[in-house]
């Protein structure tokens, strides 16, 4: 009876490929069981079909799950065969899901494993009544069996947290991408700017820079290992000012951490030509992400000197995921670098993590000295790195306890008072709960895989009083936003009612987020940020939508800010735009022109 399905489960397969096939198909966290990304299977799958095009299973697992369905099967008396063979079909395949991850629970290290993927109530009451005798021949979960005759807990025990992933809901859910392509937030109580479009047509565009040199360039970066120079007029040079494309190593697929993910100039570019990237590379069957240094082409300032490419640093990956990928220089010159935590899910490397580990770079924030290395070693540590006389931990170190800093950004400070300056604002992407914002200062602990947010993780470690980490300024739960993406405290002169604001956003919600400062508590106060109603965008040349996936945010050599998101996650959807923020009710309307 090997693929024959009932007319639901049909339904569900058309749905699901229809789904895939269309720019507002749910695209919001792919993910295996491995915590690798999904992708095509190389062969043809025979058995669970409905995942022939993207998912987590090759054709000796998907022959693995025929074997199985046979042999529950085979358990079955015929009218149990006739009546149940589809959902066992539906409930086996579900390993071949593309967010196999997030239906089995496997991103929570706290808890073990599913043997069954999360369902969705009104499904599970279906299965239940029509067929829960087949639970017992698919799983081995004695305390799932024990609960066989009481629908409601057995239901509640197949449950997830995370309802927009159960199963079959993901499927269709307008949770996971309801405003695909026309986010525009309710107004009440919000703070409404526009937008104007600046660059379109990126392939997941995961940054955007400039070069501080005085020619008011602009460089964004693609997944994909692309660079394009922008000039001031926003034409785009049709050469690529970098190309590394052969050696980033990337998928097409939705859910793929890897790839170009960060870039910045030297302070001094003007006179050295230097430039830092930081990308991730394959070295036969090992993983690693590598910090490189380039210099600028002798004949083309709008080309990168692709043979001037110095390894500063490589290090391993033990999974494909949390890779980090920001790169800064501070006003004291070093270079930062922010690395992920090496992935899988809670960090479940040795004893505490990697991001309490002081001998490892992963889950930490690191500061080294570039600066003369032409003749000499490719980077020394700075004298007062916090950590250069403890003999067991690696002195590259500024700061660790970080899972998966994605964006961060220098303060540059109040334009007149220069209040504010050089604090570091870091969006630290959470596990399963929270999301947080954290203000990052020298030598300091940011509680990972202690704390998730403001609350307790790895209850054990969280209790132990000698960590004395540091809580984050802001944290929000998963029903505002699933994937933090940090932003800038805006310093422009367009928009001076911005100043002040920390400015930051949600990948998968797409929601436009701020943070302002209480001076006389301390305290940050949350305000979200919407798309202007009604005549506020009207002006030519402003827009009041924006693509659902925000993926980074920049500023201008003025201090104008700008956010990259995208209509369709994946590293070669050219469907990704760079957007600048503005603030309506103090415009110079003149500048925003087409």
């Not at 919000?190 to 565009?205: D, I, T, Y």
Request: aromatic share 12%; with cysteine; charged share 20%.
């Amino acid at each position: 009876m090997a693929g024959q399905r009932g007319a639901g489960a049909t339904l569900l397969t058309l749905a699901f490929l229809l789904l895939l096939s269309r720019p507002g198909r749910v695209a919001s966290h792919p993910q295996c069981l491995d915590f690798k990304p999904p992708f095509r299977p190389p062969s043809e799958l025979l058995f669970c079909v409905q995942y022939k095009d993207f998912g987590c299973c090759d054709s000796t697992r998907d022959r693995d799950l025929l074997a199985r369905y046979h042999d529950v099967l085979a358990r079955l008396d015929p009218h149990s065969q006739e009546t149940c063979a589809s959902h066992v079909q539906d409930i086996l395949c579900q390993e071949c899901s593309p967010y196999a991850a997030h239906l089995y629970d496997a991103e929570d290290s706290s808890t073990p494993m599913r043997t069954i993927a999360g369902l969705c109530d009104d499904y599970c009451i279906d299965v239940w009544q029509k067929c829960r005798s087949i639970f017992g021949y698919i799983s081995g979960d004695k305390q799932l069996i024990a609960l066989e005759n009481h629908m409601g807990k057995f239901c509640r025990y197949l449950a997830l947290d995370d309802v927009d992933y159960c199963f079959p809901r993901l499927l269709s859910n307008t949770n996971l991408n309801q405003n695909l392509g026309l986010m525009t937030a309710d107004s009440e109580g919000c703070l409404q700017v526009c937008l104007v479009e600046v660059a379109n047509g990126l392939q997941n565009p995961v940054a955007m820079v400039h070069a501080n040199d005085g020619t008011h360039r602009f460089f964004v970066a693609e997944q994909v290992g692309l660079v394009w120079a922008y000039l001031p007029n926003r034409a785009r040079l049709e050469r690529p000012f970098l190309n590394i494309s052969d050696v980033v190593l990337t998928s097409p697929w939705e859910g793929d951490e890897r790839g170009f993910l960060g870039i910045v100039f030297h302070p001094k570019f003007k006179h050295n030509g230097k430039l830092y990237v930081y990308y991730s590379v394959e070295d036969g069957f090992d993983e690693k992400i590598r910090i490189s240094e380039f210099k600028i082409s002798s004949v083309d300032m709008n080309v990168v000197d692709h043979a001037s490419e110095r390894i500063v640093m490589e290090i391993d990956e033990p999974a494909s995921n949390h890779n980090g990928g920001e790169l800064l220089f501070g006003d004291d010159g070093y270079l930062y670098i922010f690395t992920g935590d090496g992935g899988m899910a809670g960090d479940p490397f040795g004893k505490f993590g990697n991001a309490q580990n002081m001998s490892t770079l992963l889950g930490k924030v690191l500061r080294i000295d570039v600066d003369n290395n032409n003749h000499g070693p490719l980077y020394r540590i700075p004298p007062d790195n916090p950590f250069v006389s403890n003999p067991k931990a690696r002195p590259e170190i500024y700061a660790y306890g970080v899972r998966n800093m994605w964006r961060c950004s220098f303060d540059r400070g109040d334009p007149y008072t220069k209040e504010g300056r050089g604090r570091l604002f870091c969006g630290d992407v959470g596990q399963n709960k929270f999301e947080e914002v954290d203000i990052v200062e020298r030598g300091k602990n940011y509680g990972w895989r202690a704390r998730e947010g403001f609350s307790c993780y790895d209850k054990k470690l969280c209790a132990n009083s000698s960590l004395d980490d540091v809580l984050p300024i802001f944290a929000y739960p998963h029903k505002m936003g699933k994937s933090v993406t940090g932003g800038y405290v805006y310093r422009g002169c367009e928009s001076p009612n911005l100043n002040g604001l920390y400015i930051f956003g949600d990948f998968m919600s797409g929601r436009l987020m701020s943070l302002e400062e209480n001076r006389k508590t301390g305290e940050w106060e949350y305000n979200e940020i919407c798309m202007g109603t009604g005549q506020t965008c009207v002006f030519p040349g402003l827009i009041n939508n924006y693509y659902q996936y925000i993926i980074s945010f920049a500023e201008d050599e003025a201090g104008e800010l700008y956010f990259m998101s995208t209509g369709i996650a994946t590293a070669t959807s050219p469907t990704g735009v760079v957007y600048k923020i503005v603030d309506p009710s103090r415009a110079n309307r003149a500048n925003y022109t087409p």
